[in-house]
């Protein structure tokens, strides 16, 4: 009988990073151990249909999803398991010892997905279902950060609708927060997508119409002439953080074609900074873990201010990106832990978590003694 895990790679995903996940999705399967691990490749299409097959990630990367066989994570007797439909027949494809969603942004890092995990009884890599809604909503996770003693930076919450219906009170409105230049971001989601520096009125309005094309929440926030730094956390209760990494970007600020399309982007690790400031970030990186409840991995960013030296809590992502020239693998191979033994250890935590809820009680009985 082997004893290699069953594990089931996800990626691709209905989000405007879809492409990024595959990215990433690429750079694990590259470097997971076949010695121990049986892998098994679902894709989800950019329409939300999940698929499968023995090279499902080739087949996206060429644009050709839609000839695949859909796929399902479904339990029986309290095991998952990966089934697929062909000739609208459901086939068994394998028991499931853990899922490892490469999926960034909505429907992958916003919890949905973790609750399907749940509900199927299947283990999972990364934080659940709570930590990854709230921290997906940039102005919530702000504001659970804020509670926990962090400081954030003025910041604003507008709906699509408002936008649409009534640009003027919306920029009115973001004026009275702040002055020029703010930062407008599409609240649920990452990779810089749909993330604009506005400078005056005229490209406020262009960045908010933007931002409400992948969103219908968008958050407004005071600008900086700031420097970006970042930290890595890995663990469940046990927790490793990295020394603190910071981002050179190429542009006014760290966009999707610094972080994706550049190359190998300008970084300094560890970041140039005076210990008691890089400790200080460290310990609120924790702090802003364990507010979400974090699991898994996460990358707690942070934005310092160049001309005062004030640092602010920027936004935590809990499934950032993982390629070998991500920020968060290249902090935690700083620290020791190289590409393959984070991978493993990821693994390690996932099956940890599962195997910590298995202990709760499910069945309350009232003793009629």
Not at 267 to 275: K, N, R, V
Not at 276 to 282: A, Y
């Amino acid at each position: 009988m082997s004893t290699k895990l069953n594990l089931v790679l996800i990626f691709g995903g209905k989000s405007g990073e879809h492409a990024v996940s595959l990215m990433s999705a690429r750079s694990i399967l590259n470097t997971l151990d076949r010695e121990k691990y049986q892998v098994f490749q679902v894709g989800i299409t950019r329409e939300g249909r999940w698929t499968y097959a023995e090279n499902t990630l080739e087949v996206f990367e060429k644009g050709q999803a839609e000839a695949l066989n859909e796929a399902f994570i479904l339990a029986r007797n309290e095991t998952a398991y990966l089934y697929q439909l062909v000739d609208e027949t459901l086939r068994e494809v394998t028991k499931v010892d853990i899922a490892f969603p490469v999926l960034h942004g909505t429907f992958g890092e916003d919890g949905t997905i973790q609750g399907i995990f749940e509900i199927q009884n299947c283990a999972y890599v990364g934080s659940g279902v709570l930590a990854s809604s709230v921290t997906m909503d940039k102005a919530l996770c702000k504001d659970v950060a804020s509670q926990a003693g962090i400081p954030v930076l003025p910041y604003g919450v507008f709906s699509r609708r408002q936008i649409e219906s009534d640009i003027l009170n919306v920029i009115e409105a973001v004026e009275s927060i702040s002055a020029y230049p703010v930062f407008v971001k599409p609240a649920n989601l990452g990779s810089s997508v749909g993330i604009s520096k506005a400078k005056n009125r005229p490209q406020l309005e262009g960045a908010l119409r933007l931002a409400a094309l992948y969103d219908r929440r968008i958050l407004v926030e005071r600008g900086l002439e700031a420097r970006d730094i970042e930290i890595s956390i890995l663990g469940n209760e046990e927790i490793t953080v990295s020394q603190p990494g910071e981002i050179v970007p190429g542009d006014e600020f760290y966009t999707y074609k610094d972080k994706y399309l550049s190359g190998d982007p300008e970084t300094a690790i560890p970041a140039p900074l005076p210990e008691q400031v890089s400790e200080q970030l460290r310990t609120w990186a924790v702090q802003a873990f364990q507010a979400i409840d974090g699991a898994g991995l996460a990358r707690v960013d942070f934005l310092l201010d160049k001309n005062t030296g004030k640092a602010w809590f920027n936004e935590i992502n809990t499934m950032p990106g993982f390629t070998q020239i991500s920020m968060y693998s290249k902090l935690l191979a700083h620290s020791g832990l190289e590409y393959g033994q984070l991978i493993d250890r990821l693994i390690e935590l996932g099956l940890e978590r599962k195997a910590e809820q298995a202990r709760t009680l499910r069945k309350f009985e009232v003793d009629d003694e």
